[in-house]
């Protein structure tokens, strides 16, 4: 259950935001906390580090690339890692409960 739970949450963020361009992601996200590609740079990076933590693999970062669209294409892959690696359903239930607070948040 927690699988579509992260699917549904990753659904809904992707289409909120996957035709944003440049100008969009470089706005102040509501937080107040950076840039709206600042926070979803942070929530690839986070579930990346669930990932590893899972796997027990040691935590790596994420490349930040200039491309700001790109995060969308970052969380899908860093989402799909999660869910292959056999992640407890606590830790799907955490990362998309993370996902949806962000999507709140841009």
Do not use: C
Not at 76 to 83: E, G, M, S
Request: proline share 4%; no cysteine.
């Amino acid at each position: 259950m927690s699988t579509d739970e992260l699917n549904r949450a990753l659904d809904l963020l992707v289409r909120r935001v996957g035709h944003w361009e440049g100008p969009r992601w470089a706005g102040e996200a509501a937080s107040g906390l950076g840039s709206r590609a600042d926070v979803m740079y942070r929530l690839v990076q986070r579930i990346a580090d669930f990932a590893a933590d899972v796997e027990d693999h040691p935590r790596r970062q994420v490349p930040r690339l200039e491309n700001s669209a790109a995060l969308v294409d970052q969380l899908r892959v860093v989402v799909n890692d999660l869910i292959g690696s056999g992640a407890p359903t606590s830790v799907l239930s955490a990362a998309a409960a993370d996902v949806a607070a962000v999507s709140d948040e841009l």
